[in-house]
């Protein structure tokens, strides 16, 4: 390279600035603005805006314009919650960074080892040929293979451990697809898919995530009435089934592979799996002990004295073992995507950030109310509606201990049925397409280098009307025709 190139200025990104001090702009305007009215809930209880939760909706605004826009690296915005929250005396710097360490983070940084292992040892390349020898060449075919088992393992296991097994895996098959490391629409539809439907298939039972279980302990303690295991999976199932068949119509359509088929496919992926010869000690080694975790975790739900261990500690565990086996080394470390795993910090830290302040709340009560005179079936949409985007931005666990309380308050004097809040609130918080943050396998489907923050947002767009659209014909139709009571006698 001559000296000449090496000293030619890089172009100015104007675009890039504009979306920077949009962001700036948006947190000044809401930090140094007068006090906002108080929320007022039907029971005549006020909540009050404080200059923290406004400092905190400020926070939130900036973080999810330099998100989606990548103004700069997605973890950089993560750093960036922290530090305005400690300069402007949002939260304490002990309690903000605190969230950065949180056990939710643990458990994504001990998922992504789990995918770094079974990529160093083969056993995701041994995998995808396996799968690639029973789908065939055509890659609608590999696009509905991906997501079937994607969403299957979901039922068993949380959906960030299975996005960060089903991604190397992934890495595998898109490396057949003859365009190196190229961004196209197969890799895209590859990805994000794999994304969308580990949040389809995860409402299906309360082992696919958190949010389940945090839901209906709201719903028991309010009420009084609990939803047991199979009720939920009862009712579930045919929305999230029902989510992954139209995502893969969805994909067809709006990122349709560019080949139809791979020829010889079928074929060389039977090669390259005989190549592989007889499992490795370290490929034996690692099923073992992934699998045991996933086994003990996936009993936690059933055995009263499991329950006691946390799920980040067991799966931690996995991440230790690697290590004392010697399948990596401190070598391996250096591959971790730590702005994945900053991102999810940051992602904790502005969630928790919104709730101890009491800004959720007031957002929640203040949304909910607007329709507390409306129709039952513009209020249980409304519910939908606001889940779906607090879910985009905090956790999903967050989303639901915000906006369900309020709405089971408020839902008795629409003559709504308590369950079907419930549900709708479920199946939202279980999909977040439009932002990175959202969930842990937007993150890792991120790390492909396959698609932009913008274009996942772009996508997720017609992605969450066609999820508004099912979540109406499931309160209209399906659910009272199961036998779920959608509104109150009388």
Known sequence: MSAATLSQPKSFDFKRLIFMMLGLTLFAVVYYCPAWPDA??????HFILSQQAKGAIAVFLLAGTWWVF???PIGVTSLAIGVLQAMFFIRPAKVAFKDFMDPSVLFIFA?????LVFTKTGLTKRLAYKMLMVVGEKTKNIYLGVFVVTALLTHIMAHTAVAATIYPLLLAIYAL??????????????????AYIAGAGSIVTLLG???????????????????????????????GWTMVFLLWGFFMIFLKPEKATIPGLREKARELNKQMGPLTRDEIMAAVLVGSVIIVMSL??????????DKTALILVSSISFFIFKILDINDLEDIPWNIIL????????????????????MAVNWLTIFQDSHWFVFVMSIAFFVLMMTNFIMNVAAIAISLPVALVIAPYLGVAPEVILFVALVVAGMPFLLLVGAAPNAIAYDSGQFTPGEFFLYGIPASIMLLVVVA???????????MPVTLPG
């Open 40 to 45: 007022i809930d039907p029971m005549g209880e």
């Open 70 to 72: 990548e103004v700069v």
């Open 111 to 115: 998922s992504i080892m789990i995918g």
């Open 177 to 194: 697809y003859g365009e190196g490391d190229k961004p196209t629409k197969f890799g895209k539809g590859l990805f994000i898919g794999m």
């Open 209 to 239: 995530a958190a949010r389940g279980a945090v839901a209906i302990g709201f719903f028991q303690e309010i009420l009084g009435k609990d939803i047991t295991f199979f009720e939920l999976t009862y009712y579930m199932a045919p929305v």
């Open 300 to 309: 936690r739900s059933f055995i009263p004295e499991l329950k006691a261990i």
């Open 343 to 362: 991102l999810f910090a940051g992602a904790m830290s502005i969630g928790f950030c919104l709730w101890e302040t009491g800004a959720a709340k007031w």
């Open 473 to 483: 014909f499931a309160v209209l139709v399906l659910w009272p025709m199961m036998g």
